[in-house]
């Protein structure tokens, strides 16, 4: 069976700051890909950033940077530099090799403070 | 252009009716899927369908059945329509089955039932 959990409902950072949003893991397959997908007000799911389980280097996009921790079973996000705009639902998810399902977990909703 | 677009936007009914949601992609992809996020915003699969193929049938309700046209459409029909089922129904499409594929997802429909 495959779990995704977000243990932050909530967070707060300031404007140009650095937030981390947390995510950890739980799958028996052998090989995985992990997603984060970001929800704004307005409702839309947008895709922000891919990490393979076999990928040596974190992935990085623009701002956005996945802490790839394998052992630890954690695949946390970064935001480096956070805008106003960044205020939204921050979802991260999984697809197992052994499934063709992706698991999403509970969100975490992040405001960023001017 | 809208690379996954859905109608209705929004959508209000009666218990006890029946409604459908359309779903298109102009992107070729091959994999399409429909997700159901309730009030808490918990995302969750229910269908999906590759090359008009149904390969994921999560445990819904027979009440609700897709229905894949051709591999640009997937689109969802709701039969006594229930108070539970208010939610918002995203529909999203992957270039493939490959596990590292990101999905792209539409902008939603919001359903209600009074």
């Known amino acids: 069976a495959q779990k995704i959990t977000q243990t932050q409902p909530g967070m707060f950072v300031q404007e140009k700051e650095a937030v981390t949003l947390d995510c950890t893991y739980d799958?028996?397959?052998?090989?995985?890909?992990l997603f984060w997908y970001k929800q704004p007000s307005s409702g839309e799911m947008i895709f922000l950033i891919y990490?393979?389980?076999?990928?040596?280097q974190n992935a990085t996009e623009g701002r956005y940077s996945l802490n790839f921790q394998k052992a630890r079973k954690s695949a946390n996000l970064v935001i480096s530099a956070s805008q106003l705009g960044d205020s939204a639902m921050y979802f991260c998810?999984?697809?197992?090799?052994?499934?063709?399902?992706?698991?999403f977990g509970t969100g975490t909703r992040l405001k960023v403070l001017a | 252009d809208t690379a996954v677009s859905q109608t209705p936007k929004y959508l209000v009914t009666q218990m006890g009716n029946d409604k459908s949601i359309k779903c298109e992609q102009n992107?070729?992809?091959?994999?399409m899927y429909w997700y159901k996020q309730d009030s808490k915003k918990f995302l969750k699969i229910m269908f999906s369908?590759?090359?008009?193929?149904?390969?994921i049938n999560e445990t819904v309700p027979n009440r609700f059945s897709p229905k894949s046209p051709d591999k640009a459409h997937l689109n969802l029909h709701i039969n006594s329509l229930e108070l539970g089922d208010s939610a918002v129904y995203f529909c999203?499409?992957?270039?493939?089955?490959?596990?590292?594929?990101?999905?792209?997802f539409g902008p939603g429909t919001r359903l209600t039932v009074t």
């Open positions: 799958t028996s397959d052998p090989s995985y890909g």
């Open positions: 369908y590759n090359n008009k193929e149904l390969i």
């Open positions: 992107l070729g992809h091959d994999t």
């Open positions: 998810a999984m697809r197992g090799s052994g499934t063709y399902k992706y698991i």
């Open positions: 990490q393979g389980s076999y990928d040596q």
């Open positions: 999203a499409s992957s270039q493939d089955l490959s596990g590292s594929r990101e999905q792209y």
